[in-house]
């Protein structure tokens, strides 16, 4: 059965592992683990006895925005509804923090629109995204992820 939680600082390690691939083929930013020990409370994972199956994070941008980053579901258990399940997580907690939109940069268009999101033009995205992560991606400044938003 799988459930939902918020990591600890020692489950890092088996994420970064996780997410390795994606990372290499740069279709996911690579974060080292004193990033995301800095933004650990951001993160949701998903378990299947006790083993990480998946994770994504919940950045936040201003009171407004937060961003769906580093959404990853180990091989064997995609297609079972465990990604939506943690974009619905997310969405629930960017609802009780109060935020109004969440944001996302993926080759994964279909997958968010399924999940209500709807495709933006880049340039309505912060400038301080783009900055802060954007500049560290292997494809930048040719960027072919998707933007998507939605209002929550």
Known sequence: ????AKPTLKDIPDMQNLVKKE????????RDENEMANTIRSYTIARDNKEIVGFAALHIYSPEIAEVRSLIIREEYRGKGIGRLLVKKLEEEAKRLGLSKILTLTYRKEFFEKSGFVEIPKEEIPEHKIWADCIKCKHFPICNEISLIKTI
């Open 1 to 4: 059965m799988i459930e939902f």
């Open 23 to 30: 990372v290499e083929s740069g279709v996911i930013l690579y």
